[in-house]
């Protein structure tokens, strides 16, 4: 009977320490940074994620969001000065959209992106100072002001069918001092 149990306690040492093992070898597969694909381009890739991203800003400089929701994902995720606006669809519906035509221009200087592909995905730092000219708003009081700030924005694309979507992008800004 003693036999029995010290090999019953064998049995359950030994199947523990190999679930063990398992458990510890998947966790560290699943840490391990992706691997590129050997005939990669990173510099094209870059290049190709900056493109996007300047195309989406040119869009806000021209007043439009006409030909953007062609650089997002269906699923994007758009956050805002610590709002969360959803899908890039709802942000254009609900925000940036009727924003843009209180707008006389909005125009980008000491523009400077960053872009990091590690595919599938590609992370974008931009960094800026924006000046907005507010047309005024006489059924809200408001004059016509102009408006400047410092903002950074941070964006992750991921290459779908070919093309770099973004999936989630942030926006910050404060005053220039």
Partial sequence: MKLLKINIFILVLVLTLGSCQNDSTEKKTALEP???????????????????????????????????????????????????????????KHHIGPELSHFNSFKFSDYNIEAEVDLP????????????????NPEKNREAQIIKKKGVATSILKKINEKWKIIRTHSSSRDIR
Avoid: H, R
């Fill in 121 to 136: 995905y590609a992370f974008v730092t931009e960094t800026y100072i924006y000046k907005i000219d507010l047309k005024a």
């Fill in 34 to 92: 992706t691997k590129q694909p050997v005939n990669v381009n990173k510099e094209v890739e870059e290049k190709a994620v900056i493109e996007v991203m300047e195309k989406y800003k040119e869009a806000f400089q021209n007043l439009t969001t006409k030909g953007t929701m062609e650089l997002f994902s269906e699923n994007s995720k758009v956050y805002e000065s610590g709002g969360v606006e959803g899908s890039y669809a709802n942000y254009i």
